[in-house]
């Protein structure tokens, strides 16, 4: 489910909505060319690149830049509504839209940590096991 919450120039709340993901495409694409804030995570960056090749601008904003703008509890409208006041602030830095290929790299990255961490991990577990022998 995605939480959509838009605003018009004036700041008034136009749009507040819960789409599916089947949902997501024909919404965005029936929708006039605007700007758009997604908090970033694993699939924000597919989602920017598809929101892009519809001609919308997309801004990806790190959760702990969008966190002080959420007024109430955490949900997805109050995330939706915060997303959308922070993507205006003029000086929030966004992170950068990354291809397919940035990400195949980057998953590399983390599935080699992955195997460093538990090898040592299993390292210090058996050194553990016998003190005396190290």
């Known amino acids: 489910m995605f939480q959509v919450h838009g605003i018009n120039t004036h700041g008034k709340v136009e749009l507040k909505?819960?789409?599916k993901r089947d949902q997501m495409a024909a919404f965005f694409v029936n929708l006039p060319v605007?700007?758009?804030?997604?908090?970033?995570?694993?699939?924000?960056?597919?989602?920017?690149?598809?929101?892009q090749s519809?001609?919308?601008?997309?801004?990806l904003i790190a959760p702990q830049f969008v966190k002080p703008y959420v007024k109430t509890n955490k949900n997805d409208v109050a995330d939706a509504e915060a997303i959308c006041e922070a993507v205006g602030r003029?000086?929030?830095?966004?992170?950068?839209?990354?291809d397919v290929e940035q990400q195949a790299v980057l998953?590399?990255?983390r599935v080699r940590q992955g195997f460093i961490k538990a090898?040592?991990?299993?390292?210090?577990?058996?050194?553990?096991?016998?003190?005396n022998s190290a």
């Open 54 to 59: 519809m001609g919308h601008t997309v801004r």
């Open 119 to 131: 090898r040592t991990a299993q390292a210090n577990q058996i050194r553990g096991y016998w003190p």
């Open 34 to 51: 605007c700007l758009i804030g997604i908090e970033a995570c694993g699939s924000a960056h597919h989602w920017a690149r598809k929101l």
């Open 107 to 109: 998953a590399l990255h």
């Open 17 to 19: 909505k819960q789409l």
């Open 90 to 98: 003029p000086n929030m830095r966004f992170v950068p839209v990354k």
